[in-house]
């Protein structure tokens, strides 16, 4: 029996366990990459480990997100993590430089690789046939510490692709037709990989787009074989020397089939709030809209950006419409500004933005009360802009660019009388990497600069035989990283632990800190009573730092999302789920809890909660692997690596 592509990468890179679904495995990780809002965290992780080096292939830190720098602390983080990188042996991409996702997939990526990033969309680089996870900045720091990754060994999804896309229909509405049928949860520890003759007529920017929001299906990572578009891309990048061939065998044998017809789609948008909320552009047109951004990790490549210059050229943004555009990279904006996009583009009004991933992450650019946006990003949750009013629409940069002239939606396949855009691959790319910093290669030691917001990581305490809590805090469904941690104005705190755990659930509920706070401090643990889809978004593991600081001992959840999961044990807050979803409901804000002896139980995988103050028995599930548990027991991964049981 032959083997799926994802089959051959991790087996390649088997270190623990065997490649069945279901199972734990652990893996080798080539390459690591961090960006500046995880990155601090992640580093100082790694030094408390104590060593002097990196130990895994590369890594590189990127800063992208906080580039807004109001105030000392995200300069001073800056600083902290070009010395941290100059001191381990860590390539630093300074500020300007571009997104991570992006600058990684040009300048580094390369087939059968494996990159573990402590971002979300890492899963980016499955477009050069990379098996590309995001994970917790923890996770980060024990494979560049040269540990395993640690993961079940996922279900593989064949997407197969057949027919070619029409004329203004993209990569971004296939990711979206993708959502449409998969949704955004129930695809936990399942990669989707792609094949079929339609995967030939997409470039590597396309299948990068693609994998990028697969990571909004919540699955572990997505792919596409390499083969004579990797090689092109490859070659323009004067990377020939990365390519390798990659494919599936002819007689693979996948756990699910999902089949799509690029002929046949139309393009999509994705409605608030959620990447899954999907209908047709055409039920919209002619719906006003207050603001155009085009841009982020999904649609900031050269050819997307060159469709938008080359739509754009000759007409002006509608008097009502801001239009914001943020090429990926600082590759792509030097090819831009070459050939004469770039003059197009503020010709016809559109604002230049700088090339980080600010309007995406709430950093910049958030829209007027109750404003509706047109985005080419990856997520639209509800608040995630900065205006909790803010209708945001995901769309490919086709259609953003028409909207923008109209002032409208508009449907790219109606009578809109501006013509299509015929852009291809470019032979040869510009390439400067001046704006990377490599470490010394004597590898000489360099002083760590530390501002007065670096704080040390803090540390969890063992599990106590028995857990006694209060629900400190109860929500509903798809509860995202981001109402957990805010980022935007919020974001510049992660390097400091107490002060950023003040703004733990502040789009719900902003009393919760000092609640928390009062119980731990009371001696009285905290316990997250939350739906389905708890922690879905982001890998922020800040999202589980900042509650473990308060005090949390226990989400108990109708689901949780596999990287939130992770996070939570990998700082030794129990992730439990209910055996009866409707249980869910008999459990109150404010409810007294006990689990006896839960040491013994969650070895088990079955834990037993008493809500005292209902009178009532809830049946919960442990759904952790045994090196989970162990974190669990020792109060997290810290802990373990330090031999604390």
């Given at each position: 029996?032959g083997?799926?592509l994802?089959?051959?990468?991790?087996?390649s890179?088997?270190e623990?366990g065997c490649?069945?679904?279901?199972k734990?495995?652990?893996?080798?990780?080539?390459q690591?990459l961090?960006?500046?809002?995880t990155?601090t965290m992640a580093?100082?992780q790694?030094?408390?480990m104590?060593?002097?080096?990196?130990?895994?292939?590369?890594?590189?830190?990127?800063?992208?997100h906080?580039t807004?720098?109001?105030g000392?602390e995200?300069a001073?983080d800056h600083?902290y993590l070009?010395?941290?990188a100059a001191s381990?042996?860590i390539v630093f991409?300074?500020?300007?430089n571009?997104?991570?996702?992006q600058v990684h997939?040009?300048?580094f990526?390369?087939?059968?690789k494996t990159?573990l990033?402590?971002?979300?969309?890492?899963?980016?680089?499955?477009?050069?046939a990379?098996i590309?996870?995001?994970?917790?900045?923890?996770?980060?720091?024990?494979?560049?510490?040269?540990?395993p990754?640690?993961?079940?060994?996922p279900?593989?999804?064949?997407?197969?692709l057949s027919g070619?896309?029409?004329p203004?229909v993209?990569?971004?509405?296939?990711?979206?037709a993708?959502l449409e049928?998969f949704?955004v949860?129930g695809?936990?520890?399942?990669?989707f990989?792609y094949?079929?003759?339609?995967?030939?007529?997409l470039?590597?920017?396309?299948r990068?787009?693609?994998?990028?929001m697969g990571?909004?299906?919540g699955?572990?990572?997505?792919?596409?074989?390499?083969d004579e578009?990797?090689l092109?891309?490859?070659?323009?990048?004067g990377?020939a020397q990365d390519?390798v061939?990659?494919?599936?065998d002819?007689?693979?044998v996948y756990?699910?089939l999902?089949?799509l017809?690029?002929?046949v789609?139309e393009p999509?948008?994705?409605c608030?709030h959620?990447?899954g909320n999907?209908?047709?552009m055409?039920?919209?047109?002619g719906?006003?809209?207050?603001?155009v951004?085009i841009?982020?990790?999904?649609?900031s490549?050269?050819?997307d950006m060159?469709?938008?210059?080359?739509?754009?050229?000759?007409?002006?943004?509608?008097e009502h419409?801001?239009l914001?555009?943020a090429?990926g990279?600082r590759?792509?904006?030097?090819?831009?500004?070459?050939?004469?996009?770039?003059a197009k583009m503020?010709?016809s009004?559109?604002?230049i933005l700088?090339?980080a991933?600010?309007?995406?992450i709430?950093?910049?650019q958030?829209p007027?009360?109750n404003?509706?946006?047109?985005?080419?990003?990856n997520?639209?949750?509800?608040?995630?802009s900065?205006?909790?009013?803010?209708q945001?629409?995901?769309?490919s940069?086709?259609s953003?660019a028409?909207?923008?002239i109209?002032?409208?939606f508009?449907?790219?396949?109606g009578?809109?009388?501006?013509?299509y855009?015929?852009?291809s691959?470019p032979e040869k790319?510009i390439?400067?990497?001046?704006m990377?910093?490599?470490?010394p290669?004597?590898?000489s030691?360099?002083?760590?600069?530390?501002?007065?917001?670096?704080g040390?990581?803090p540390i969890?305490?063992?599990l106590?035989?028995?857990?006694?809590?209060?629900v400190?805090i109860?929500?509903?469904?798809?509860?995202?990283?981001?109402?957990?941690?805010?980022a935007?104005?919020?974001l510049k705190y992660?390097?400091?632990?107490?002060e950023?755990?003040?703004y733990?659930?502040e789009?719900v509920d902003p009393?919760?800190p000092?609640?928390?706070?009062?119980n731990?401090?009371?001696g009285v643990?905290?316990?997250?009573v939350?739906g389905?889809s708890?922690?879905q978004g982001?890998?922020?593991?800040?999202a589980?730092i900042?509650?473990m600081?308060?005090?949390v001992?226990?989400?108990?959840a109708i689901?949780?999302?596999?990287?939130?999961?992770?996070?939570l044990?990998?700082f030794?807050i129990v992730?439990?789920?209910f055996k009866d979803?409707?249980d869910?409901?008999?459990i109150?804000e404010?409810?007294?809890l006990?689990?006896?002896d839960?040491?013994s139980?969650?070895?088990t995988?079955?834990v037993?909660?008493t809500?005292?103050t209902a009178?009532?028995a809830?049946?919960?599930?442990?759904h952790?692997?045994?090196?989970q548990k162990?974190?669990l027991?020792a109060?997290?991964?810290l802990?373990?690596?330090?031999?604390?049981?």
């Open positions: 029996m083997k799926t994802t089959e051959k990468i991790l087996s890179h088997l623990e490649i069945e679904a279901g734990p495995i652990g893996i080798h990780i080539d690591t961090t960006q500046d809002a990155g580093y100082l790694f030094e408390s104590g060593l002097d080096r990196i130990k895994n292939e590369l890594a590189v830190s990127y800063v992208d906080n807004v720098q109001v000392f995200n001073d600083r070009q010395s941290v381990k042996g991409s300074r500020a300007g571009g997104i991570c996702h997939l040009e300048r990526g390369a087939p059968g990159l990033g402590s971002d979300s969309h890492t899963p980016t680089g499955g477009g050069l990379m590309a996870i995001g994970a917790g900045g923890l996770d980060v720091a024990v494979a560049m510490a040269g540990g990754f640690h993961i079940i060994s279900k593989v999804v064949e997407i197969r070619k896309l029409r203004w993209s990569a971004k509405d296939v990711i979206l993708v049928h949704t949860k695809n936990v520890n399942c990669v990989e094949t079929g003759e339609g995967v030939k007529t470039q590597v920017t396309d990068a787009t693609i994998c990028n990571a909004e299906c699955v572990t990572t997505s792919l596409f074989p390499s578009n990797t092109a891309f490859l070659q323009a990048q990377r390519y061939p990659l494919l599936a002819s007689d693979a756990d699910q999902f089949e017809d690029l002929s789609l999509l948008c994705a608030p959620s990447p999907i209908a047709r055409k039920d919209f047109a719906k006003k809209i207050d603001q951004l841009g982020s990790c999904t649609n490549s050269y050819t060159k469709k938008v210059a080359d739509i754009l050229d000759g007409h002006t943004v509608s419409v801001s914001g555009i090429p990279s590759e792509v904006l030097l090819m831009l500004a070459s050939d004469g996009s770039l503020i010709a009004g559109a604002r700088e090339s991933c600010g309007f995406c709430g950093n910049h958030s007027n009360t404003g509706i946006s047109l985005r080419t990003s997520r639209n949750f509800e608040g995630r900065g205006t909790k009013s803010g945001l629409y995901l769309v940069p086709e953003a028409l909207s923008a109209a002032g409208t508009v449907d790219p396949l009578n809109h009388g501006i013509a855009p015929q852009v691959m790319f390439i400067d990497d001046r990377f910093i490599f470490p290669l004597d590898g030691q360099v002083e760590i600069v530390r501002g007065p917001n670096i040390n990581p969890n305490t063992p106590a035989k028995n857990l006694k809590g209060v400190a109860k929500v509903g469904d798809k509860i995202t990283t981001d109402h957990i941690m805010p935007g104005a919020r992660r390097s400091n632990i107490p950023y755990s003040k733990v659930f789009p009393l919760f000092a609640r928390a706070a009062k731990r401090d009371a643990g905290n316990v997250i939350a389905a708890y922690g982001s890998s922020r593991e800040h589980a900042c509650p600081f308060l005090g001992k226990a989400v108990v689901s949780i999302e596999r990287i939130h999961q992770n996070n044990c990998n030794g992730p439990l789920t979803e409707k869910y409901l008999r109150s404010g409810d007294e006990v689990i006896d839960i040491v139980q969650i070895s995988g079955t037993v909660l809500d005292k009178n009532l809830f049946s919960l599930d442990c952790c692997t045994e090196d162990e974190m027991l109060g997290g991964l802990n373990v690596l330090k031999g604390e049981k």
